[in-house]
């Protein structure tokens, strides 16, 4: 059965450090999301992208996050300057459209020191 | 502001009970309903989807929608222990095209041998 992958699977860097997160859909999916899961708490809507170019971002998405299809099968979150708060696990996620189901990935365990 | 409510638990019902997990959100524009299950440490796992009033059955598995009132439920009948995990409600508004997810806290379900 397809599954969506994430890599690391844990991700420790120093505070104002730059980390990307990879990840890959679903092949024949066409929407990408990436929510956030800070220990403990609810998970968080990031950031959706479609057809090459972001459709919606929470708050949470500043200018210090980016996202990126490079090729035709990874998804990228950028975290260009990460702060000890941004600790959490990452999940990657993605649905064959815009109104139907999303599957997650294991998720990225990001630690800031 | 779009809410998403359920009660944190612990819940805890024996082998074989039928557990029954609740949910009510704020908004009424909302049309597509979800429920995952997290396990510790885990990725949110898709159980159900719903988008239309009345119930839904996937095996041990029933959704029930009431749009009316702004409530969903999840039923699991003959509960296992291996059913011992945090059930996440999930919302979509739909509002711009991007099915953008909001999730409650989620309630934790103990399932007792």
């Known amino acids: 059965e397809p599954e969506v992958t994430q890599t690391p699977s844990h991700q420790v860097t120093q505070m104002g450090q730059e980390v990307i997160l990879r990840c890959v859909p679903i092949s024949n999916h066409l929407y990408f999301y990436w929510y956030r899961q800070i220990l403990g708490q609810k998970v968080e809507f990031l950031v959706s992208?479609?057809?090459?170019?972001?459709?919606?971002k929470s708050e949470i998405f500043d200018d210090q996050f980016s996202v990126e299809r490079p090729d035709g099968s990874n998804f990228t979150l950028k975290i260009r300057s990460t702060k000890l708060e941004d600790s959490a696990m990452y999940f990657c996620?993605?649905?064959?459209?815009?109104?139907?189901?999303?599957?997650f990935g294991p998720g990225t365990r990001l630690t800031v020191t | 502001q779009k809410e998403v409510e359920q009660n944190s638990g612990p819940l805890s019902v024996p082998e074989g009970a039928i557990a029954s997990l609740n949910c009510t959100y704020s908004d009424r524009v909302s049309q597509s309903f979800f429920w995952y299950r997290q396990y510790s440490g885990k990725s949110p796992e898709l159980i159900m989807s719903i988008y239309s009033n009345g119930d839904k059955e996937d095996g041990r598995f029933t959704a029930q929608l009431n749009k009316a009132s702004q409530y969903v439920s999840l039923l699991i009948r003959d509960s296992q222990p291996s059913d011992s995990a945090t059930y996440l409600c999930?919302?979509?508004?739909?509002?711009?095209?991007?099915?953008?997810?909001?999730f409650g806290t989620g309630t934790r379900l103990t399932v007792i041998p």
């Open positions: 992208f479609y057809n090459n170019e972001i459709s919606e």
């Open positions: 996620a993605s649905s064959m459209d815009n109104i139907v189901e999303q599957y």
């Open positions: 999930a919302v979509s508004w739909g509002e711009t095209g991007a099915n953008n997810l909001f």
